[in-house]
Every structure is written in C-alpha cells, then in structure tokens.
C-alpha cells in the first residue's frame, strides 16, 4: 500500500504568513505552529518531496466525515478463479469516519519494533468526559501546574508497566488509587477563561494537589488544507507475490515464543480497570510476549492462507523473523525486520464466518479483527537504521514505514484493485519516501476529499529507539502523532491510561509538549 507521495507533494503549496516570533519563554514551555507558519520559514524539494522542518509533533485536525457522508467501494465477492471482483457503494459519516473503522497496524523494514500497547476505551459504552472545546493554550501562570502534571505521568509510564508477561504487572496500591479517585472526585471540572495579551483563553483549573488530573491540550489550529490528492488506482506492493514454497511446521513453530492467548474481549483490563482507558493488546520484544494481538503478513500458502494466480498472497501468520509464513501464531522475535519486509498486528479475536464483524474476506485467508472504534491511543517503541547490504539491484530498500489501513483492505487483497483502497482509510504513521531516506512523513488517504499530509517531517530513529504515541480523539476530531520525550523513561507501557494522561500524550503546548517543533495540519473540511 505503500507509495512515494510525490503527487501528494507537488501539490502542496505553503501559504507565506510571518512565522510567528518566538520567544525564550515560549520555547522553554513548547509551542506549536500552523504547518503552512513552519513551511514559510523554510522548504526544500527531495527527490520530488517537499520537506519543511524537523518536528516532534503532528497534529491533524478535521479528521472524518463531520459535515457529509463519505463512500467507498467494499468488496462483497473475489472469485479466486477468474480473478473477478465485485464491489458495492458503502457510505460513511462523522467525526473520524472512516478511520473509526475497524483498522490494522503495519510495519515495513528495515526496522526493529521492540514494544507496542494498545489502548481502548474502558467499556465500550463509556464516552470521553465532555469538556469545552476548543482547547487553548494555558497562560504562563499555568506553567508549574503543567510541569507537575508532567511528572505524574512520567511517574506513571515508568511504573505502572507489567513486568511479567500474561497481563499480570504490578498493580497500583489500592490507596493510592483510592485517594486519586477521591481527588477527582472531590473537585469537579473548572474552566478559567483570561484575556492575557489582548487574547481570551482558557484553559482547566485543576491542580488539585500532588496527583492533579492533567490539563488539556490546545485545539488544533486550522492550516490551509493541501489539495485533494489523486491517488493511483492500485498500490504498489514491495515486491510481486510469489508461490509458496514448502514450510516445514516443525521448523517454523521450533523455539517460537510464548503466544499468549488473552481471554478478554476489548475494553476489558488486565490492570485495576480504574483507568479511562485500559490496554487491550500488548507486544514486549525483550520478553518474547504477545497478549491480544496476532501478528500477520502477505504469504498466504506458507504453512497458512493461501495463493492464488489471480490475487496472489492472502494474510497469513508470519514466522518469528517476520519474513516469511508460519502454520500457526508466532510471536515476532527480537529482530530486525529488512527491506522489502512487511508485516501487520491485528487483535487476537478471529473474524466471524458471517463476515458481519470483518466485512467481505478473501476465501483461505487467517482473519481476525482490527481496531475498532473512533478513541484509541497506540504506544510503539521502535528504530529504523539504515540496511547495510540491500540487495543487488533491487528498488525500494531502506524505506521504513509504520502506517495503518482499513482492516478491510488486507483482508481482501492489499496489493491489488480487489479491496476498498483508499477512499476506506489510510493513515501513514512515520514513513520514509526515498531510498536511505533520513526524514519520515506522515498522509491522510480517505479520498480525494480527504487526503492530505504535512510535509513537516520527524527524523528517522537510525540509532537507539524512540517512543511514539498515536491518539485518536474523537470529541476533537484529531489524530497526534507525537514522539515522546526521553525524559518520560524507559520501561513497560502501562496497562492503563486515565483521560488526563491522554491529554498530556497528545498536548503540543506546555511543559507536556514534545521537545521540539510541533505542527498542526487541518484536514479539508467534507
């Protein structure tokens, strides 16, 4: 699915406004920029790319289908014989539709994913606590209350995270708990509204004290939309689908790592289950544990799925180096994923025979559902060196990227016109355009009246790993992409987030904002 977005690109313009001064204060707190204020400080074209400037953060607003519906063609039929397709009109509507669809995480190398968390709402009938939106950036005064809140959740990365594998981490002290709760309970949500500078904002009194709940970011402030993008008809695959060749089981399952097979559907915790948000799907390279989630790959016919001449490679399970098929679940080892190489996670819950839970699916492909639902926050802690031997004139190596599609699209076929791409969703992550590439960009693909990226860019992660946080906000409409500080620590993700840590994971402002520039990119409106 993936492609050079050279199109997308060459059709950005960035509107020439005075970037906004900034000043010592302002950079000591964080700040973040309309993306077409970044682009006019400074642009350059690569390989036919245009790159503006280096950022911690992006921020995309507009996301979804608010004011109109949306459609695209969902396949009801594949013969694997003639090769015949057919497809129906699916129509679509609302804030972050269609990407409140049921999604699939991928992963091309060459690139080392060393954790990944999952985070849904804690009960599927629980909603986001209503506050005042837009948000707006907090006064200076705000500031210490901001840091504090900083530290709580630097407190909680470091130590709320399962240490022992099967969802059973260490667990919060039952007082402590109980005197948060209390806490948030005892003061009920305040707005502070100030003219500071001439300008009205606002911003959520409460510091409460030692465990305070975090205060919101700032909304997202609208940049001129890029264009609508015309997208090709079929996406280019990594490499042309090959037959199986013979897998031996016995080879494929020796010394794979324990797949845990979690017994709980989502929105159920493994923690405490006091949390807004609880982790429903978990992977720990280190420990060789995979709790919730199957990891998945395009080499149907080796030891599962299947290949025919028509559609090539259906979904199969990988093997434990992520580059070939395996008979069974494995766990992805400690490794590094090459180039050409790419595999998806999925949750643990297998599709149904009905197809009213997954949609249409390619006969003989492993199915299991995506993630579903308009609130979710992915953590991933990964690299992506460089490929020191790429193959002998092959294209299109050393080009990491992580993105997520519409699970309809894999399920299906992901690399050819048999599948509902794009209009039904791609979300490009953190992804590499050129060969040996040092910057990584991130795209919207919903259509040509809902595509669009921010040619603001995040460096390549060549050495050591960073983390990433991924938040969708459906009251805001927003998805952030915000690379998250060093000084949150290192360790397990937690087994649960609380609404105001999810604030702090998304807010471009303030002491909680990434170290660095952070963008903000808007949607067209539809």
Not at 316 to 328: K, L, P, R, V
């Amino acid at each position: 699915m993936k492609k050079k977005h050279n199109d997308i690109d060459k059709m950005k313009t960035c509107i020439l406004p005075a970037l906004l001064a900034s000043s010592a204060a302002a950079a000591a707190v964080g700040r973040a920029s309309t993306s077409a204020e970044l682009c006019a400080a400074k642009t350059s074209e690569e390989n036919g790319n245009y790159f503006c400037q280096a950022v911690h953060q992006v921020t995309y607003s507009n996301v979804g289908f608010s004011q109109s519906a949306g459609f695209y063609e969902e396949v009801t039929h594949m013969d694997t014989k003639t090769g015949a397709c057919t497809k129906q009109n699916k129509t679509f509507s609302g804030p972050m539709a269609p990407f409140n669809e049921p999604m699939s995480l991928h992963f091309r190398g060459p690139l080392r994913l060393t954790q990944l968390a999952v985070y849904m709402p804690n009960g599927q009938e629980k909603k986001r606590e209503e506050a005042p939106s837009p948000r707006a950036a907090a006064p200076a005064g705000a500031i210490e209350h901001s840091e504090h809140n900083m530290h709580h959740l630097r407190d909680i990365l470091k130590r709320r995270g399962g240490h022992h594998g099967h969802g059973h981490g260490k667990k919060r002290h039952a007082a402590e708990q109980q005197e948060e709760k209390k806490k948030r309970d005892d003061h009920p949500i305040i707005w502070v509204t100030a003219t500071i500078d001439g300008k009205v904002v606002s911003w959520i009194n409460n510091y409460w004290g030692p465990e305070a709940t975090p205060a919101p970011a700032p909304a997202a402030v609208p940049a001129p939309a890029a264009p609508p993008v015309n997208v090709p008809a079929v996406p280019t695959p990594p490499a042309a689908a090959a037959a199986p060749k013979p897998t031996p089981a016995a080879a494929a399952a020796a010394a794979a790592p324990e797949v845990v097979e979690a017994a709980f559907v989502p929105g159920a915790s493994s923690g405490s289950g006091s949390g807004d948000f609880v982790r429903t799907g978990y992977y720990n390279a280190a420990q060789g544990k995979s709790q919730g989630l199957t990891f998945l790959g395009n080499y149907g016919g080796q030891g599962s799925g299947e290949w025919t001449p028509v559609f090539g490679n259906t979904l199969s399970y990988i093997n434990a180096a992520g580059t070939g098929g395996a008979s069974s679940s494995t766990v992805l080892s400690d490794t590094l994923l090459p180039s050409h190489k790419e595999f998806a996670v999925m949750t643990d819950q297998p599709c149904s025979s009905s197809g009213s839970d997954c949609g249409y699916v390619q006969p003989g492909s492993v199915a299991y559902k995506g993630f579903a639902g308009a609130d979710k926050t992915f953590l991933l802690e990964f690299s992506m060196p460089h490929d020191p031997s790429p193959p002998s004139g092959a294209g299109g190596y050393d080009m990491p990227a992580i993105w997520m599609l519409n699970a309809r699209i894999p399920l299906t076929s992901q690399y050819t016109a048999c599948s509902c791409w794009p209009s039904c969703g791609e979300f490009d992550i953190f992804e590499t355009l050129a060969e040996g590439d040092t910057k990584a960009k991130s795209t919207f693909h919903a259509g040509n009246k809902k595509s669009g990226g921010d040619s603001n860019y995040f460096e390549r992660p060549l050495g050591g790993t960073i983390r990433v946080a991924v938040v969708y906000d459906s009251k805001l409409a927003t998805v952030s992409v915000k690379v998250l500080p060093k000084s949150l620590g290192a360790g397990d993700f937690p087994e649960e987030l609380g609404d105001g840590e999810l604030e702090l994971l998304q807010a471009d402002t303030g002491a909680a904002a990434a170290i660095g520039a952070a963008s903000r990119f808007s949607l067209p409106v539809a």
